[in-house]
């Protein structure tokens, strides 16, 4: 889930890729609208110093808590998470956890594993909030925000992260990574999530 910068670039047909523009009222709704029609929207950023920002948006239909566990399902991520090859808790102290994940990654003809250790702490089940201690980046923080979706209850999950890989990756390679990467992610916590939940109602 977190390895997002796995450059391992496979298309995704129902992603769109937006660039990031000043947010009004109208784009709102159309990004709703767009989102309660099923498609997946990424929007990616340059920052300073060669650091890449991404943000990733999701309509699950399933409440904030059941997309929360998902989400924190730490040691199954390797489970149902694309790239992912290995994934667990490390430490768990209540309101903050470390958790490692190790991905795999591809860039032309090249591969290469990836491992990061990360502090996760935040607000259950509103606001998830991670940041690399150890591991094969310069940069990898971000946060997972949850929304309700009235009347139906539904969640729409919101992916924020700011990325700069401690190895040679082109800038280019970097963005286009994260523009088809990001939008797996999100479809599989979608998937996970609703299934969750479909099989929450059918247990007695």
Not at 122 to 136: M, Y
Not at 159 to 168: L, Q, R, T
Request: glycine share 6%; hydrophobic share 45%.
């Amino acid at each position: 889930m977190l390895l997002l910068m796995a450059l391992h670039a496979i298309p995704f047909s129902t992603a769109t890729a937006m660039p990031v523009t000043p947010v009004t009222s109208d784009t709102l709704s159309i990004a709703r609208t767009m989102l309660l029609n099923g498609e997946i929207i990424v929007a990616l950023s340059h920052l300073e110093n060669g650091v890449t920002g991404v943000r990733g948006d999701v309509y699950i239909a399933a409440p904030p808590e059941i997309v929360w566990a998902v989400i924190t399902d730490y040691d199954n991520h390797k489970n149902f998470v694309p790239n992912v090859l290995d994934s667990g808790i490390i430490s768990d102290n209540g309101n903050e956890k470390v958790m490692f994940e190790k991905g795999k990654s591809g860039m032309f003809i090249f591969n290469k594993t990836v491992t990061v250790n990360m502090r996760v702490w935040g607000e259950k089940p509103r606001r998830l909030n991670f940041e690399q201690i150890t591991g094969d980046f310069k940069v990898y923080r971000g946060e997972w925000l949850l929304m309700v979706s009235p009347p139906d209850k539904g969640t729409f999950l919101t992916y924020k992260a700011e990325v700069k890989p401690d190895f040679f990756a082109p800038g280019f390679a970097v963005r286009n990574v994260q523009k088809k990467e990001c939008p797996l992610m999100l479809s599989a916590m979608k998937k996970r999530a609703e299934s969750s939940l479909t099989l929450a109602k059918k247990t007695p």
